[in-house]
């Protein structure tokens, strides 16, 4: 739709015009500002928490260090432009002390994207007994952690209407 | 020809040249939540008029859902 936009207006003497072609579904995913009544939703990435990060080839020793001074039970093992690449918990780092990250990761974990739609998603998350979900951009990159509990805190009733308005639709 | 722009050549367009950011979705989907800034404008509205409402001499930078 908007490279036919774009066309129409240049063909209407408008000399500098682009096209977004990744559009809206790129912006909300990154979360940038939007505005309109849709705007205020519960996300992921509102709720989403730093994480302690690494990167392949770092010792498992320093990373170890790394995860226990930000009090975290898990690190990320991201790239220079911090793109996911894989987890790693402590106590894989523990049980390891000589190795580096990438013998220890665990590659290519569970992410969703920042405006992912947390209801289904937290019932998701319940449902297979998941603790906790990587949130990032559309382009991979790490925005933090969102934990189940605290959605469920967020959400509230709304969980049980989504599981009630899910059963109403199976039978 | 139109060009194309990433999430961060709009962000520039918009700060250092004023650029004016049109969603062409739907007017319930624009209603609902859009770029921030952004003016709706649907496909039909793009006739002659538009000089009325969007600036010549300003970049305009169009979108929709995504690519597909």
């Known amino acids: ?10 063909s209407l003497g408008f000399e500098r015009v682009f096209d977004y072609e990744a559009g809206k579904t790129d912006w909300t995913g990154s979360g940038l500002p939007t505005e309109g009544e849709g ?7 509102m709720i ?40 790693v918990t402590l106590g894989r780092l523990r049980s390891n002390p000589d190795a ?30 998941v603790g906790s979900i990587l949130v990032t951009t ?31 639709h199976d039978h | 020809m139109p060009g194309s722009v990433t999430r961060e050549e709009l962000q520039r367009l918009v700060d250092q040249k004023g650029a004016q950011v049109v969603e062409v979705l739907p007017r319930e989907e624009y209603d609902d939540e859009h770029i921030a800034g952004a003016i709706h404008m649907s ?5 002659e008029d538009a000089a009325l409402v969007l600036a010549k001499d300003r970049p305009v930078v169009v979108y929709c859902n995504d690519f597909l």
């Open chain 1, 1 to 10: 739709m908007s490279p036919r936009a774009a066309w129409r207006l240049e």
């Open chain 1, 39 to 45: 705007a205020e939703r519960p996300r992921p990435g």
């Open chain 1, 48 to 87: 989403a928490i730093p994480v302690a990060t690494c990167r392949l080839g770092e010792s498992v020793r320093e990373v170890e260090k790394r995860v226990e001074d930000a009090d975290d039970t898990m690190c990320i093992v991201v790239t220079d432009d911090d793109v996911v690449l894989g987890r």
């Open chain 1, 100 to 129: 580096v990250v990438d013998d220890v990761m665990t590659p290519g974990p569970t992410t969703v994207r920042y405006d992912e739609e947390i209801v289904g998603l937290t019932v998701r998350m319940q449902d297979k007994e």
């Open chain 1, 138 to 168: 559309p382009a991979g990159k790490l925005i933090g952690v969102m934990y189940r509990n605290v959605a469920e805190e967020l959400l509230g009733d709304a969980l049980d209407e989504y599981r009630a308005h899910q059963e109403h």
């Open chain 2, 43 to 47: 496909l039909e509205e793009l006739d």
